[in-house]
């Protein structure tokens, strides 16, 4: 999300929503890519 937030605001999120940001559950990010690819479809 701060990735994101960085990107398009020059800020974290926490800086840029300091209110929201307070309430917020701690958070995880999960990147998920494959092994392998089985097949392409063009």
Request: proline fraction near 7%; aromatic fraction near 10%; charged fraction near 25%.
């Amino acid at each position: 999300m701060d990735e994101l937030a960085v990107k398009y605001t020059g800020k974290v999120y926490a800086e840029h929503h300091p209110e929201s940001y307070a309430v917020l559950p701690e958070l995880v990010t999960v990147h998920v890519t494959p092994e392998r690819i089985a097949s392409r479809f063009l």
